[in-house]
C-alpha cells in the first residue's frame, strides 16, 4: 500500500514536544508510514507549550486549556476541526488514541462525529481491583464505553488481551497483542559510566537492590520498603536505589525513617540513563500493584539484571523460579526470601539472569517487524467504516 493513510493521534505524554526525546523520535517514525500524522496534546496553558511541526508531516497542536477538566474537550474540538480541515477520508483514515480514558474519550467523540474507525490503545491494567480511587472509578466506567466503540484494541501482553476479553465481551478479532518497543541492542551495547557499589560512599552496601518506577500509589513501592527491611534482619549490608520521582516521594521517605532505613535507601530522583543502574546493581525488585506492560523490568532483564516482582504485566508471561521469583503484591516475606536466597546464592542470580535476558529477547520484536506490525495494523483498521 502507497503512503496514502491520515492519522489523528489523541496522546497526554508532553515528552512529543521535547526535542531528541524518545517519544518525538518515535512520532516522527510514526510519520514515516503514513501520508499525514496529526497529534492532539492535551495540555494546559500553566505548561506554555507551543504547536509545533515536527520534520516532514508531522503535525502537534496543544489544547492550551484552561483548566484540567476542559483538556478532553478542548482536544475533542481541536480534533474535530484537525478531521475537516485536513479533508480526512473513510476508508483512508484512523484515529489513535493513547489510553481508553481522557483521550479515548476524546477518540470515541471524533468517530462519532466523522465515522473515522477508532483504535485504542491499552498500556494499563484499568480492570486490577487495585486500580482503585474516586477518580479511577470514573476512568474505569469510560475504558469500559471507549473500549466497547473502539474498532482495535491495542495491548501489550496476553493476559491483558484475556482479560479484556472475558469482563468485556469484546471479540478476539478486536484486540491486537504488540508489546512496546524496546531497543535490545541499545540496552545491551550502553557502556558502563559508574558502579552503585561505589557511587553512592556514604551507603558502604555489599548487595543492591534497584527499583525503576514512578514513585505512585500504584507502583506499591513501600512494599520494597517493608521487603528491604526484612533481608536487612539477616543482610544489614543490603541497600535500595530507588530511580524515580512522583506523587508519593515525601511519604516513602517518611517511611524509610518509621523503618529506620535511612542508612539503607537512595532515592537519585530520575535519570535518562539507566544503563549505569541497571548494569551494576545486584538485583531488580518491581512491586506494582498492577502493570500494563512493566518496561523497566525488560530494561533490567536485558541488562542481565535477576529479577524479584510481584505477578503483574509481562511478569505474568515469566516462569517463577526460572526467569525471576514471582510473588502476589501482598506477601513481603515471599518477596524477601527472594531477595534472601540472590543474597545467598550467586549461581541462582546468574541463572535467573541469563534466563530472563534469553526469554525477553525471543519475545521482543526488532524494530522493523514492530514497525510493520504498527502500520498493518493502521492500515485493517482504517477500512472498517462500518461500524
Given at each position: ?265 537512595a532515592f537519585v530522583g530520575w535519570q535518562d540513563d539507566l544503563s549505569s543502574f541497571y548494569k551494576t546493581a545486584d538485583a531488580f525488585i518491581q512491586t506494582s500493584l ?98
Open positions: 500500500m502507497e503512503k496514502g493513510l491520515k492519522v489523528l493521534m489523541i496522546s497526554s505524554d508532553r515528552k512529543i514536544l521535547e526535542e531528541g526525546s524518545a517519544v518525538s523520535e518515535r512520532m516522527k517514525e510514526y510519520g514515516a508510514l503514513v501520508e499525514e500524522l496529526h497529534i492532539v496534546l492535551l495540555s494546559d496553558v500553566r505548561h506554555g507549550l507551543k504547536d509545533k511541526q515536527l520534520p516532514n508531516n508531522v503535525w502537534v497542536y496543544t489544547t492550551h486549556s484552561y483548566l484540567n477538566f476542559l483538556r478532553p474537550i478542548d482536544a475533542c474540538r481541536l480534533g474535530k476541526k484537525i478531521v475537516f480541515d485536513s479533508k480526512f477520508v473513510r476508508g483512508k483514515s484512523i484515529i489513535t488514541v493513547q489510553d481508553p480514558f481522557e483521550c479515548g474519550w476524546v477518540g470515541m467523540r471524533i468517530k462519532r462525529k466523522w465515522r473515522i474507525p477508532l483504535e485504542v490503545q491499552l498500556h494499563t491494567d484499568p480492570f486490577s481491583p487495585y486500580f482503585s480511587g474516586f477518580l479511577n472509578s470514573i476512568r474505569k466506567t469510560i475504558a469500559r464505553k471507549v473500549l466497547h466503540h473502539a474498532d482495535s484494541i491495542r495491548v501489550v501482553t496476553e493476559g491483558l488481551k484475556s482479560k479484556i476479553s472475558k469482563q468485556l465481551k469484546i471479540e478476539n478479532s478486536k484486540l491486537k497483542i504488540l508489546p512496546i518497543y524496546v531497543d535490545k541492542e541499545k540496552i545491551e551495547n550502553a557502556p558502563i559510566k559508574f558502579d552503585l557499589h561505589t557511587h553512592y560512599p556514604w551507603h558502604p552496601w555489599h548487595f543492591v537492590l534497584l527499583a525503576v518506577s514512578r514513585l505512585a500509589p500504584e507502583k506499591n513501592l513501600e512494599l520494597a520498603l517493608a521487603v528491604l527491611a526484612l533481608v536487612r534482619k539477616r543482610f544489614p549490608d543490603t541497600g535500595l536505589v530507588i530511580v524515580g520521582s512522583g506523587p508519593e516521594e515525601t511519604s516513602l521517605k517518611l517511611k524509610v525513617k518509621s523503618l529506620k532505613l535511612e542508612d539503607g535507601v498492577f502493570e500494563g506492560y512493566g518496561l523497566s523490568l525488560v530494561e533490567a532483564g536485558l541488562s542481565g539484571l535477576p529479577v524479584v516482582t510481584t505477578s503483574v504485566g509481562i511478569a505474568l508471561e515469566l516462569e517463577h523460579n526460572r526467569d525471576a521469583y514471582i510473588y502476589p503484591p501482598s506477601y513481603p516475606e515471599l518477596l524477601a526470601q527472594g531477595v534472601t536466597d540472590l543474597i545467598e546464592n550467586s549461581q541462582k542470580r546468574e541463572n535467573l539472569g541469563t534466563n530472563l535476558k534469553h526469554t525477553l529477547e525471543h519475545k521482543l520484536l526488532s524494530k522493523a517487524d514492530y514497525m510493520a506490525k504498527i502500520k498493518e495494523n493502521w492500515e485493517k483498521t482504517a477500512v472498517m467504516i462500518n461500524r
